[in-house]
T-cell receptor, first 109, second 115 residues
Framework: DAKTTQPNSMESNEEEPVHLPCNHS???????IHWYRQLPSQGPEYVIH?????VNNRMASLAIAEDRKSSTLILHRATLRDAAVYYC??????????WGAGTKLIIKP | ETGVTQTPRHLVMGMTNKKSLKCEQH?????MYWYKQSAKKPLELMFV???????ENNSVPSRFSPECPNSSHLFLHLHTLQPEDSALYLC??????????????FGSGTQLSVL
């Protein structure tokens, strides 16, 4: 199964954009890139997913490199409520999500 | 509110006890999952049910016994657990288990402590 690599933690200021990177150099052509986040004392929450093209929704944007070996989750204007662990995951043909350690995002007021 | 409800939120049990975790989803989904999240470890898939039939058992010890009586309810029966089984147990559901673009909807989990 293809794996992802993310920084252990990142800090950002409130009301500024946040770019969370993810490397997935062994991604296969049919793997979808999923992002989830987990707020303290809660289960993971779906954020966004994509295959090849950049994607936008009300929570975030997903920028996917042309070679698909990396992607970036963009929070356009971070708030304190966005402090969470963010997981970048690949979903392939065996339907399983292989979870890593994620990036702990710290938002400074 | 994700539409997936887990009870209890916290559970403390001895190694000789028998207890059950309950999960209920109000989303009309066909697939339900049990995940284990230990401290400082990634989420591990334990069981998957699709249309009430178990389709995946990731070599989980037999002291964990799942039950899915219908597509809205999922149970995890626990007996003779070990202290290393202490973890956050998460239930999730999705429309179907097979879609590559499938979103998972998680409950808030049951924090289990085995003494």
């Amino acid at each position: 199964d293809a794996k992802t690599t993310q920084p252990n933690s990142m800090e950002s200021n409130e009301e500024e954009p946040v770019h969370l990177p993810c490397n997935h150099s062994t991604i296969s052509g049919t793997d979808y890139i999923h992002w989830y986040r987990q707020l303290p004392s809660q289960g993971p929450e779906y954020v966004i997913h994509g295959l090849t093209s950049n994607v936008n929704n009300r929570m975030a944007s997903l920028a996917i490199a042309e070679d698909r070996k990396s992607s970036t989750l963009i929070l356009h204007r971070a708030t304190l409520r966005d402090a969470a662990v963010y997981y970048c995951i690949l979903r392939g043909s065996n339907y399983q999500l292989i979870w890593g350690a994620g990036t702990k995002l710290i938002i400074k007021p | 509110e994700t539409g997936v409800t887990q009870t209890p939120r916290h559970l403390v049990m001895g190694m000789t006890n028998k207890k059950s975790l309950k999960c209920e989803q109000h989303l009309g989904h066909n697939a339900m999952y049990w995940y284990k999240q230990s401290a400082k470890k990634p989420l591990e898939l334990m069981f998957v049910y699709s249309l009430e039939e178990r389709v995946e058992n990731n070599s989980v010890p037999s002291r964990f016994s799942p039950e899915c009586p219908n597509s809205s309810h999922l149970f995890l029966h626990l007996h003779t657990l070990q202290p290393e089984d202490s973890a956050l147990y998460l239930c999730a559901s999705s429309t179907d288990r097979t879609g590559w673009g499938e979103k998972l909807f998680f409950g808030s989990g049951t924090q289990l402590s085995v003494l």
